[in-house]
């Protein structure tokens, strides 16, 4: 499975752009036929560029509702030229970082914010930078997923752990931001213990905190989506009071 990022940008030609990027991070990333490659570790990204697109900004707003892009950086986003699109193998950390670290270095070359396509999260360029030149592991949890969607039916989810190489998770019959809570804090757990789950067993945030029963669930909101599902699947955590 592949991540997608998206970055517009204020490039007028994809010429521009591959001036930007090699002058500002001194040659280390070099956009050429193949994609936007790492000098030193080889890491390739394939590029897609694109003019102006239409809703840029309406997507950037509705994608970066949890992450706070202010009214001045959406219509920095709306005043846009151009559009990139990376693309490179994902589904573990390392690969996860380096796309981080290619973005950034778009962002640094005038990129006006970054949009995970694989977990519909949007990022203002000021926090994207900030979080990959701040690094640390649990960042990309932050980074690559959204875990406070909401469905119809009032069950809270998380999107984007298949970024990571991880299941994503699903809980019903809660407070939205109780619910959003106890999903993080298993995606948490999930990517930084590394536990080998076992589905009946049992997760609590504390020793003395409710328990929850971890089940397979195989209808993920997300499923037929190209971008959205899950390969990896969906666990579902479920009260035991």
């Known amino acids: 499975m592949n991540i997608i990022l998206c970055v517009p940008g204020p490039w007028t030609s994809i010429e521009a752009l591959r001036a ?39 997507a950037f707003k509705a994608a970066g509702i949890a992450t706070g892009i202010t009214p001045q950086e959406l219509k920095e986003i709306s005043e846009h030229q151009s559009v990139v699109y990376l693309k490179a193998e994902g589904g573990n950390e390392a690969s996860a970082h380096s796309m981080a670290l290619a973005a ?53 989810y998380s999107c984007g752990m298949h970024n990571l190489g991880l299941k994503d998770t699903i809980l019903s019959g809660m407070d939205p931001e ?34 929850y029963l971890i089940l397979d669930e195989p209808d993920q909101p997300a499923m037929g989506d190209e971008l959205l599902e899950n390969p990896y699947g969906m666990w579902r955590l ?4």
């Open 20 to 58: 930007a990027v090699k002058e500002i991070t001194n040659a280390e990333y070099l956009l050429d036929e193949s994609g936007l490659v790492h000098s030193e570790s080889g890491f390739e990204a394939s590029v897609e560029f694109f003019e102006y697109e239409e809703g840029m900004a309406a």
């Open 104 to 156: 950034q270095a778009l962002v640094k070359a005038g990129g006006l914010g970054v949009k995970v396509e694989t977990a519909c999260k949007a990022f203002s360029a000021r926090l994207w930078n900030n979080l990959v030149e701040h690094f640390e592991d649990e960042n990309l949890y932050v980074l690559y997923v959204h875990d406070c969607i909401e469905d119809e039916e009032g069950s809270v």
């Open 178 to 211: 109780e619910a959003t809570e106890i999903i993080s804090v298993f995606g948490y757990f999930q990517l930084l213990d590394k536990p080998t789950i076992i589905e009946n067993e049992l997760f609590s945030e504390e020793e003395d905190s409710p328990a």
């Open 238 to 241: 479920e009260p035991t009071e």
